[in-house]
């Protein structure tokens, strides 16, 4: 199932018009409220957002996409800006690529297929940091080629920080992804949970980073 979140109503159409002949199923949207309200009930496997929505723009509804539970749901704005401007706002607020309108149906359809390619040849492919390396498929850790004995939670963690290298991930952010909560207050158990990998993976916790005041961030080994 394909997303197409936009205003325009023969745009979206053409578009939907256009996925479903080439073999996607797809459902269309004209502001963020609906489409908000249909990832509910169901997660899409491609979301196309425009930018210039009614309401809440594209740019928030992406930025809320990748800093929730869907963070890794592949992204592609369709937009009638074409400054360089807007095209890098989007990339750096998450998007998976970018095609400005007018755009030929089929070169969409192209993008669509190639992105799609590209998320399931590395949805199960190992992580590494440093001398850290998790295999999601297996749901194993080794830290300098000793395995590391995990809980569920421990390793749900590690992997959204080692997917997300470099980032800093708020300690909300973190609660309410993988614990499914953001009560005040219970931040603690992110902290809790974080002291206890770091000591698991002995030398190589040091890789997860303290940001004072926000959160944590796995960085790069040398």
């Keep these: ?36 309200a249909a990832m509910e009930r169901e997660t899409p496997e491609l979301v196309l957002l425009d930018i210039m929505l009614p309401g809440e723009n594209g740019i928030s ?6 800093e929730g539970a869907h963070r890794e749901l592949p992204v592609i704005l ?24 007018p755009f030929g149906m089929m070169e969409l359809v192209s993008r669509i297929k190639a992105l799609l390619r590209r998320v399931r040849a590395g949805a199960d492919q190992p992580l590494r940091a440093g001398e850290i390396l998790l295999n999601p498929n297996r749901r194993q850790v080794t830290a300098k080629g000793e395995t590391v004995a995990l809980t569920y939670k421990e390793f749900e963690l590690l992997q959204m920080l080692m997917e997300h290298h470099g980032r800093v991930l708020t300690r909300d952010a973190l609660l309410s992804n993988i614990w499914g909560y953001d009560f005040d207050g219970e ?36």
């Excluded at 369709?78 to 309108?101: C, F, H, I, P, Q």
């Design 78 to 101: 369709v937009t009638a800006k074409g400054a360089e401007y807007d095209k890098v706002l989007g990339l750096d607020s998450g998007a998976d690529d970018y095609v400005t309108k």
């Design 1 to 36: 199932m394909i997303y197409v979140v936009e205003d325009d109503a023969s745009i979206r159409e053409l578009i939907i018009y256009t996925l479903r002949s080439t073999g996607f199923e797809a459902e269309g949207f004209d502001r963020g409220e609906p489409f908000w």
């Design 187 to 222: 931040t603690r158990t992110v902290d809790v949970h974080v002291r206890t990998l770091r000591q698991k993976l002995g030398e190589c916790g040091d890789l997860i980073e303290t940001i004072r005041g926000v959160g944590y961030r796995m960085r790069d080994g040398k």
């Design 61 to 66: 509804i992406l930025r809320k996409i990748r």
